[in-house]
């Protein structure tokens, strides 16, 4: 088609150049050049490669003939005498110079297979360490990347050629976005043009909807760059024109955010909830497991204990992780960390659990589990804060505009399911559940599946916004007021109340409210889209970082004028 567009152009200025002739003075025919000789590919399976072949001449038979009604020129290629080139094999085993040397390509184009990095089998964990190695985080990246490394690595013989893949939104997600796209970058390609996140669904029966990315790479220092926009997943793209495209896939600095281990100075820290490992599966003898609620207990579990010991009672505390807080199906558990232990020695039923708990920690293979089996009260990792908390749900619904935050007491007992920010004032829900984080959020956030999985490199990497005394008031009333309302609704749950069609109106209008005052903390007239508010925070990123870069090189080179000096 893009041919035909072409020769369309070119008899259009040949008729203007004379304008007696009814027709072209040249023969249309001759002017196609484009056959099915010029197309290479690899494929894995016999049967498929025959296919392309097949569609490969079909679709040039169909072609010929729009030429042919275009122009009035019959235009056909029978009999075949030119060939796909067509090689089956394993791409990632394969020297792709042996099948066309790069000087003679033009175009990489592919739809790798997308396989998420813990599904890989053996055969393609070893196709993994033949293309990437085994250094560094590469064993995180999906197989996906490797059609990357070795599309980027074989046109470095010919800066020439263009690269457009397909592949899984996950890459240009999360961690993995901060392993692929400095290796890329690295080879001095830049990104041309991408189509952002849209959904593909297979036709084949049983197959789930999976959510992609376009991603055209190039050595051209100045070209017209291009995002595609999808306001659906399955909608149609708008396109705009950008100076620059980033590894997230936004008009932002070509760095990928670290995985920083402390927040900004100033900024309380976040962590992880508490980590029980009471020992719930035991070894049988003859293989297999049984399996027991210890230390964490269901309702049921929980009505049962309190039957055989009502003493109980006292040591019983919620434990809510992050489906538990979102489903409001909050659990228990035995929080003796102050028990008294001849009270616990008189308890039967809990005596039998902690023996429980015991024998499963001396079964770990973890040297530092087997170690806490002689405190069987106690859980393996006491992160609980003393105070009210900011809890944050590890996991949540992609399909959700907000992630689900909530204040807790300390008397709620955190899971590790669960990012924790103990004492955070009021004006930190505000900023963290408003439009503005979850922004920053859906683009830096690592996947798990296709659920955003939230982690302090989220929250530390964030640029937090400047205010004033009387700003940060304000954002305390509006987070009040979104608090406010959600408990005006006590018989449901937070997936009710954030689901998209039955988040009561009042709710998402304080939301709403808050959202239009945090923006404002950032840009006076806000911000028209998602994207437009992502962008914003890496440009604001890029500021912040800059005289922190400037300062540690002039640090450096202090240091090196001293020892010049002495």
């Not at 590890?394 to 007992?413: D, K």
């Not at 998602?530 to 300062?551: D, M």
């Amino acid at each position: 088609m893009l041919e035909i567009e072409i020769i369309r152009e070119i008899t259009a200025a040949e008729a203007h150049r004379d304008q007696t002739a009814a027709r072209p003075t040249f023969e249309v025919a001759w002017q196609s050049l484009v056959d099915v000789d010029q197309f290479y590919g690899i494929e894995i399976g016999e049967f498929p490669a025959r296919i392309a072949e097949t569609a490969l001449w079909m679709m040039d038979h169909i072609l010929n003939n729009r030429l042919s009604l275009e122009f009035g020129h019959s235009f056909v290629r029978i009999p075949l005498e030119k060939s796909p080139h067509i090689t089956v094999g394993n791409a990632l085993d394969m020297d792709w110079q042996a099948l066309l040397p790069a000087e003679k390509c033009s175009y990489i184009i592919g739809n790798p297979p997308f396989v998420g990095h813990q599904w890989r089998t053996q055969a393609q964990q070893r196709d993994m360490a033949g293309v990437w190695g085994r250094t560094g985080q590469v064993n995180r990246l999906d197989y996906v990347t490797c059609w990357f490394n070795k599309a980027t690595a074989y046109a470095a013989d010919n800066r020439d050629i263009e690269i457009a893949l397909v592949a899984t939104n996950s890459i240009t997600q999360g961690e993995q976005c901060g392993i692929l796209w400095p290796a890329v970058f690295a080879r001095e390609l830049s990104i041309r043009f991408a189509h952002r996140t849209f959904q593909w669904n297979s036709e084949a029966r049983g197959r789930a909807a999976v959510h992609c990315v376009i991603v055209g790479l190039t050595f051209a220092k100045e070209c017209r760059r291009r995002l595609y926009d999808y306001d659906s997943p399955r909608g149609e793209p708008h396109v705009s024109e950008v100076g620059r495209i980033n590894g997230y896939l936004i008009d932002g600095p070509q760095y990928a955010v670290p995985a920083r281990t402390k927040p900004p100075e100033g900024r309380p820290a976040m962590h992880k909830g508490s980590q029980p490992t009471d020992g719930a599966r035991l070894r049988k003898p003859g293989g297999g497991y049984l399996k027991f609620s210890n230390l964490i207990l269901q309702d049921s579990d929980r009505e049962q204990l309190l039957n055989a010991d009502p003493n109980c009672e006292k040591w019983l505390k919620p434990y809510v992780g992050g489906e538990e807080l979102i489903s409001g199906q909050w659990r228990w558990c035995l929080w003796l960390k102050s028990a008294d232990p001849s009270e616990l020695k008189a308890s039967e039923p809990i005596i039998e659990r902690l023996e429980r708990v015991r024998s499963g920690r001396l079964q770990s293979p973890t040297a530092g589990v087997r170690e806490l089996a002689s405190y069987p009260t106690l859980f393996t990792q006491d992160r609980q804060p003393d105070t009210d908390y900011l809890a944050i749900p590890e996991v949540s619904s992609e399909t959700r505009e907000y992630i689900p935050i909530a204040i807790l007491p300390p008397t709620v007992i955190a899971s590790s399911k669960l990012q924790l920010i103990p004492g955070a004032p009021l004006h930190y829900f505000g900023i963290l559940t408003s439009a503005m984080h979850m922004s920053w959020m859906r683009t830096v956030a690592g996947r798990l599946k296709s659920d955003y999985s939230y982690s302090p490199s989220v929250y530390n990497s964030f640029p937090w916004p400047e205010m004033s005394d009387k700003q940060c008031k304000r954002i305390e009333e509006l987070s009040q007021a979104v608090l406010d309302t959600r408990a005006k609704f006590p018989d449901s749950p937070l997936d009710v109340l954030y689901d998209q069609d039955a988040m009561p109106p009042a709710l998402r209008t304080a939301h709403q409210s808050l959202d239009r005052a945090v923006d404002r903390l950032y840009r006076r007239n806000g911000f028209a889209s998602e994207r437009e508010r992502v962008e914003h925070l890496f440009s604001l990123r890029e500021k912040r970082q800059a005289p922190l870069l400037t300062s540690k090189q002039g640090t450096k080179r202090s240091r090196q004028r001293r020892r010049q000096q002495s």
